[in-house]
């Protein structure tokens, strides 16, 4: 009896909620509602990412297509067109493997029609995305409790930028659902490691190199997880000898097989991948940012709104294993030069589970000043600190979430009016010696360029394919002429002078 007394006790402490309710009380508060079972939570979550996924119509990156569906389609159809990452091999064929197999069940059930070739792979990403925020629900219950798990799981679904880019086929959002899952399996990231189930790190390792295996820059993360994990467990060797090493190799395997299936020859795409993208720095050529931009424009414009309540979470929960995930995971990708959100999508729910924790220090201190104040207010709804937290989280990232259409900028205008555009940018300027352009914006220009004293003097080969706009087939170089004739004048008399004397 005493036992169960002081198990209640530790219980009640640890639980952020109403101090004023009775055990029984705040167990049927818990019991009942949408978040009674692990399966009621996923219900809940899949019928929200499915509407997120059918709502969110706008375009973010063409990676999307070109890593994924336009992969899938060539695997599944015989037709299709690859980038150049696909021909040198720095891609795995596993995560297209998905959406490819979805593409024959398509076609095998009559259904492949364009309806349901554009909407079918968003609805089947929206079902990992499910269960990601499932596991972000449990893992936040673990950590806490279930009032700030129903909190976090509300941070997630809201935040502007999950709901805008967590649907999308992306490797990075797969990556996040894995994330999700994995940390949850880790003892480690655990705040009592030695009460994890059985085989909870073995599922750990497996989830975890499943990541790796489907993007390789996942290893970040995981190789922080697996460091707590080393330093903090009793069986090092155990873990070492007879978990990582084996499933590890398991995955491995199966990534070098079906990529050996694909490509028709042994390739080991991680180590591809590493020479390009770290060694070489081959991803430089898509644009660089300061070493700091994770920290004070990346992540911060992710969280938007939510920003201040993840800082105060942090701080106030002192759970300083998962929010050293986040710093961690900044840090190094801080270093690459290329950076891109999407890189750092799988720490952002960790972020937001932050948010739900202080929004659920901040329901629980006001329904205890609600009770404070006696029973004549009681059927007054008297927590407004969090219902006006609520609106103004709302407000802020559900129009963030559709993008919705702004001010035009320098690009929209030109594309919408070439040579309007042009004709008002040369009345102040001073001529450029030289325009590069795509032959598809040169026809528009073409007038302005020659009443302009331009003329084209090299034309070069581009693609084949419409890449996001209209068919940019070549790259048109054009020179202004006056200056170059005024430079040949002035060379032909000089060498006249020189004749003549």
């Known amino acids: 009896m005493r036992r169960r007394q002081l198990v209640a006790a530790a219980g009640h402490k640890d639980r952020i909620g109403d101090p004023n309710l009775s055990e029984k009380e705040e167990r049927r508060k818990h019991s009942y509602g949408l978040f009674s079972s692990s399966t009621k939570t996923l219900m809940v979550c899949l019928a929200m990412r499915m509407a997120n996924s059918l709502l969110v119509q706008t375009y973010f990156n063409p990676d999307e297509h070109w890593q994924a569906l336009e992969v899938a389609h060539r695997i599944a159809f015989g037709y299709g067109h690859l980038t150049w990452e696909w021909k040198k091999g720095i ?278 000043n609600c009770k404070r104040k006696g029973s004549s207010n009681r059927h007054v709804k008297c927590p407004t600190k969090v219902q006006l937290t609520i609106f103004f989280l709302l407000f802020t990232n559900i129009p963030m979430a559709f993008e919705e259409k702004g001010t035009l900028d320098e690009s929209d205008r030109f594309m919408m009016d070439p040579a309007g555009f042009a004709s008002e940018f040369a009345i102040n300027w001073s001529p450029p010696s030289h325009i590069v352009m795509f032959d598809s914006e040169e026809r528009p220009l073409r007038e302005f360029l020659v009443s302009h004293s331009f003329t084209e003097i090299r034309r070069f080969f581009h693609a084949h394919l419409k890449v996001d706009r209209d068919l940019q087939a070549s790259v048109v170089l054009y020179a202004f002429t006056v200056g170059l004739i005024s430079t040949l004048t002035g060379y032909c008399s000089g060498a006249d002078l020189e004749m003549s004397e």
């Open 91 to 368: 891609r795995s064929y596993l995560h297209p493997m998905l959406f490819a197999s979805l593409y024959k069940l398509l076609a095998f059930c009559h259904l492949d029609t364009p309806w349901f070739m554009t909407k079918a792979p968003r609805m089947l990403q929206s079902i990992f995305c499910a269960v990601g925020d499932l596991y972000l629900y449990k893992l936040s219950n673990v950590l806490f409790d279930g009032h700030v798990a129903r909190w976090a799981l509300f941070s997630q679904l809201v935040n502007w930028f999950m709901f805008f880019c967590f649907t999308r086929t992306l490797s990075n959002s797969l990556e996040t659902v894995l994330t999700l899952v994995g940390i949850y399996y880790w003892p480690c990231m655990r705040v009592s490691p030695n009460k994890a189930p059985l085989f909870s790190r073995k599922w750990g390792v497996a989830i975890a190199a499943l990541a790796c295996a489907i993007r390789p820059t996942s290893a970040i993360i995981w190789m922080y997880v697996g460091l707590l994990e080393l330093f903090s467990a009793h069986d090092r060797l155990k873990f070492i000898f007879l978990e990582v090493a084996p499933i590890g190799f398991l995955v491995l395997t199966l990534m070098c097989l079906v990529d050996r299936l694909m490509y028709c020859s042994w390739i080991f795409v991680p180590l591809n991948f590493l020479k390009f993208n770290f060694l070489s720095s081959g991803g430089d050529y898509y644009g660089t940012h300061k070493w700091h931009w994770y920290f004070t424009q990346g992540f911060p414009v992710m969280l938007f709104s939510f920003l201040p309540f993840s800082i105060a979470g942090i701080v106030l929960s002192k759970q300083w294993k998962p929010s050293g995930l986040i710093v961690w995971v900044l840090v190094l990708y801080s270093v690459l030069g290329h950076k891109e959100f999407r890189f750092v999508l799988p720490v952002l729910p960790i972020a937001l589970m932050f948010s739900g924790y202080s929004i659920a220090a901040m329901t629980a201190a006001d329904s205890s």
